[in-house]
Each structure stands twice: as structure tokens, then as C-alpha cells.
């Protein structure tokens, strides 16, 4: 096994094994569920209080300007957190490594349903997995040749599995709390 097969590999397990079938079922009352007040979330254009909402199509990403993000940060919806990972984790990076079309966060249309937000995921997903394996020593040892980042491509691999894990634990979390909200149990996650 290559390298670059170990590092899609510790991945791609956890996405089997873990967050995908936690992903199942998802429905959008769920998909848009606000635990607290304030939440960053993923909104019909125009209806967003957020400093910025970003997004090309009927739906937008609640953002700020990094100096600009409310301190504490906003809880994030299951919404807002799978379109982080679909475009800030995986869509930026495949589009500067892998090729293809570039995805940018000002551009992208965000997901109105649970299923489509799935379905983008599960897109850029195999995308990612896919340009990993294909990865040279070389190329993972060296900073990628586009992009902005400039440690080498093992380092930029690792930082997206950690992304990934961390984020989809998240949002397991978020399923967990939303079905035992008020005392009550809501369908199987």
C-alpha cells in the first residue's frame, strides 16, 4: 500500500464506518435545527442576519469577515457544518490540487435539502478521495504546486482528515441532542 493510500485510507474509514451512515435519515427539519439562538446557518437569500451571506443560488452560508465573526463564534447548524465541510474543507482544496472546477464560497450554491446537501458532499467527497490516492511520494512531499498553502502536500492531506473527523463528530453531536431534545426520543440516527 502507498502512502497516499494510507492517508485516503484513514479517511475513508472513518467516512464509512462513522459519519456516512450517521448521515442517514437526515431530514431537513433537522438539517436546519437551531440548538440555541444566533445560529449560523444556511438561509433562504435575503433572509439572513449574519455580517455576510455568502453563496450563488437561492440558499446562503451565514459568514463574517474573519476580524468580523462574533466573539463567542456562532453555533453552526448540521446545514452550515456539512456546507463548511463540502466547501471550505474538501471544494477549495480539490479545486486547487485536483483540478477541475474551482469551488469558492461566494460562488457556490448552497444546499436547500438535506438530501442535496448530501449529495454535494458525497461529490466533493470521492473527488478528494480519489485525487489522494493518486498522490505521489513526491507530491506528498512537496508543497502543493497551486493554492495558497505552502507546507507539503502530506501536511495539507492530514489537516483535511482532522477537518473531516472533527467536523462530522459535530455533527453527530448535533444529531444526538436533536433527538433527545426535550426528553423525547426522535427517530434513529
Partial sequence: MTRSERLADQLDWYWRKNLR???EGLADEEYFWEPVGDCWSIRPRGTSA???SEGSGDWTM???SPDAVPV???VTTI???LAHITVS???YRVG???GGQDVDSETFAYA???DEALKQLDAMYERWNAGVRELSDADLENPPAVGPERFPMENRVLHVNRELIHHGAEISLLRDLYRRQQGGVRGRT
Fill in 21 to 23: 451512515p450517521r448521515l
Fill in 50 to 52: 449574519a455580517p455576510v
Fill in 62 to 64: 451565514d459568514s463574517a
Fill in 72 to 74: 463567542p463564534p456562532p
Fill in 79 to 81: 446545514a452550515w457544518r
Fill in 89 to 91: 474543507c474538501l471544494g
Fill in 96 to 98: 486547487w490540487y485536483f
Fill in 112 to 114: 436547500g435539502t438535506a
